[in-house]
T-cell receptor
Framework: NAGVTQTPKFRILKIGQSMTLQCTQD?????MYWYRQDPGMGLKLIYY???????DKGEVPNGYNVSRSTTEDFPLRLELAAPSQTSVYFC?????????????FGDGTRLSIL | AQSVTQPDIHITVSEGASLELRCNYS??????LFWYVQSPGQGLQLLLK??????LVQGIKGFEAEFKRSQSSFNLRKPSVHWSDAAEYFC??????????????FGQGTILTVHP
């Protein structure tokens, strides 16, 4: 049972490069989320989606873009990588509203911008 | 705006000792409260959740949490800690309406170290 799968697990980028963090889930969940985790800061919501074709900004969306063309996939795009985007990124999904459905997390992508 | 504070960044306990991790929240209506655990190199796993009803909530791995509205707290407890409980613990608050719809706010996390 795969759950939420994130690729890659690790990546080093140079300043100004772009990349896409992949996230896919096999639980047919409508809700999907992208968080970043910085030491001592907990998790900050970047973007979320309540279904295919619908996305919305979270707390820290600047410098990122998302799309949701299918229920399964929710990629996160960094267009011009900056050192401030060095972080651990987590994708999550839930069957419904997070107030009454648990979020299932992937194992994260560790991204370093040098 | 909703917020969560976990006052303790790092807690160390001996194996077999009791544990309490503190969580204070700010939310304008009835909150939905969660505790998640994160082992090194892993994503977060849900321990327990509170939506309504009984203020003492039981979770997995022998954990429980008590919702105290008057204190805006949702502290996590375990009567006897095992070495495998060493991890980072996150409290989170969410809501069903307004600008918080669909979003959870996480605390900064508490790192638990267990001594043998």
């Amino acid at each position: 049972n795969a759950g939420v799968t994130q690729t890659p697990k690790f990546r080093i980028l140079k300043i100004g490069q772009s990349m896409t963090l992949q996230c896919t889930q096999d639980m047919n969940h409508n809700y999907m989320y992208w968080y970043r985790q910085d030491p001592g800061m907990g998790l900050k919501l970047i973007y979320y989606s309540v279904g295919a074709g619908i996305t919305d900004k979270g707390e820290v969306p600047n410098g990122y873009n998302v799309s949701r063309s299918t229920t399964e996939d929710f990629p996160l795009r960094l267009e011009l990588a900056a050192p401030s985007q060095t972080s651990v990124y987590f994708c999550a999904s839930s069957a419904g509203h997070p107030s009454n459905q648990p979020q299932h997390f992937g194992d994260g992508t560790r991204l370093s911008i040098l | 705006a909703q917020s969560v504070t976990q006052p303790d960044i790092h807690i160390t306990v001996s194996e077999g000792a009791s544990l309490e991790l503190r969580c204070n929240y700010s939310y304008g209506a009835t909150p939905y409260l969660f505790w998640y655990v994160q082992s090194p190199g892993q994503g977060l796993q849900l321990l327990l959740k509170y939506f309504s009803g009984d203020t003492l909530v039981q979770g997995i791995k022998g954990f429980e949490a008590e919702f105290k509205r008057s204190q805006s707290s949702f502290n996590l407890r375990k009567p006897s800690v095992h070495w495998s409980d060493a991890a980072e613990y996150f409290c989170a608050v969410g809501g069903a309406g307004g600008t918080s719809y669909g979003k959870l706010t996480f605390g900064q996390g508490t790192i638990l170290t267990v001594h043998p």
